[in-house]
């Protein structure tokens, strides 16, 4: 079965530094969107991504914050500035059409966990 | 505001018992979805309970939506240590289509 696939695992940068989080969504889906989840906590909503435009986000996202699908399959999420507060695990997650707007699950990767030094 | 939150925060149940789980909602839905995920893992889509519909069925799996209530259920029958983790419910909202997840239900299952 397909699956969303995001790289790294696991990255430790400082504070300050910039990161980039990468996704590949799986291939025939025109939605993506980016959650996290601090340690313990809820899942949060960041961002949604169709049409190659940002089509919500979240007030978590920031300036700090852009996504970007730079080719037919790779989708990402930069982190221009890390401070400590956004260390989280962060999800990449892809939607297929459906018959009715939101009627189609999300496939979510396995996540990125971001600790912020 | 908060779209639904689940109850209980945490159950621990024996082998072979049946898990309980509610969640609660405050806004018109589309649609509501389970999630299912794994101590440091993603989540995993179990079932989606469209608003026209009260019950649905998935192997051990049984949820039910109450939309005068603002309230669904996820049952899981029969359960096995595999089944330990943490639920989540996510709602879609009528207005705008906003995916929002729930604080999560985390189920132990006692060998």
């Known amino acids: 079965e397909p699956e969303v696939t995001q790289t790294p695992s696991h990255q430790v940068t400082q504070m300050g530094q910039e990161v980039i989080l990468r996704c590949v969504p799986i291939?025939?889906?025109?939605?993506f969107y980016w959650y996290r989840q601090i340690l313990g906590q809820k899942v949060e909503f960041l961002v949604s991504?169709?049409?190659?435009?940002?089509?919500?986000k979240s007030e978590i996202f920031d300036d700090q914050f852009s996504v970007e699908r730079p080719d037919g399959s790779n989708f990402t999420l930069k982190i221009r500035s890390t401070k400590l507060e956004d260390s989280a695990m962060y999800f990449c997650?892809?939607?297929?059409?459906?018959?009715?707007?939101?009627?189609?699950?999300?496939?979510f990767g396995n996540g990125t966990r971001l600790t912020v030094t | 505001s908060q779209q639904g939150e689940e109850d209980p925060q945490a159950l621990s149940i024996q082998e072979g018992e049946n898990a309980t789980m509610n969640c609660s909602y405050k806004?018109?839905?589309?649609?509501l979805q389970w999630y299912r995920q794994n101590s440091g893992r993603g989540l995993v889509h179990l079932i989606l309970?469209?608003?026209?519909?009260r019950e649905k069925h998935s192997g051990r799996l049984r949820v039910t939506l109450d939309t005068s209530k603002k309230s669904s259920s996820l049952l899981i029958t029969a359960s096995r240590a595999a089944d330990t983790a943490s639920y989540f419910c996510a709602t879609v909202r009528s207005n705008d289509y906003k995916l929002s997840f729930g604080a999560g239900t985390t189920v132990t299952v006692r060998a």
């Open positions: 997650a892809s939607r297929a059409p459906s018959d009715s707007f939101g009627n189609s699950p999300l496939h």
């Open positions: 291939s025939n889906h025109l939605y």
């Open positions: 309970i469209r608003s026209n519909e």
């Open positions: 806004t018109s839905i589309n649609n």
């Open positions: 991504f169709y049409n190659n435009e940002i089509s919500e």
